[in-house]
């Protein structure tokens, strides 16, 4: 189970919106307790993918490790990773499966005309063969 808070949720919403109709992505900072894991603050990246960013994102290596950075400053940790898929359904795709990692938690929102949609997350397995939708709130 995954809990977005409010602040955080719209950083990701704004960003999402923002970055359309090109990809966004972004680093979702907080802690888990019990398998419960909750976002206080997300840090928008910018989307270092060469190429066509309508479908692709990568994100940029100074943007993640400042975000990683911040996550210690305030004894928190980086718990997944989000990115954004203009117009198209909130799944996760097996460029996504390839490029993430197990653990983290990915969540994936749908903007549909620059107007955000829906949201899910995912969390791939070790081997990175398969990964299960999570319980999401935002
Ligand atoms: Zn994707």
């Not at 270092?48 to 990568?58: I, L, P, S, T, V």
């Not at 795709?93 to 997350?121: E, I």
């Amino acid at each position: 189970m995954i809990r977005i808070e409010p602040e955080a949720w719209k950083e990701m919403v704004r960003h999402a919106e923002a970055t359309f109709p090109k990809e966004c992505c972004g680093v979702m900072i907080g802690a888990e307790e019990n398998g419960a894991r909750r976002i206080t603050l997300a840090v928008a990246c910018r989307n270092a993918y060469e190429g066509d960013q309508k479908d692709r994102f990568h994100i940029d290596g100074r943007d993640q490790v400042a975000a990683e950075r911040r996550a210690r400053e305030l004894g928190l940790d980086v718990i997944g990773y989000f990115h954004s898929h203009p117009n198209e359904d909130a799944y996760f795709s097996s460029t996504d499966l390839k490029h993430s990692w197990p653990w983290y938690s990915n969540v994936v929102m749908s903007v549909r005309g620059g107007v955000f949609s829906h949201a899910k997350s995912f969390i791939a397995n070790d081997d990175q063969t398969a990964a299960e939708p999570e319980d999401l709130h935002y």
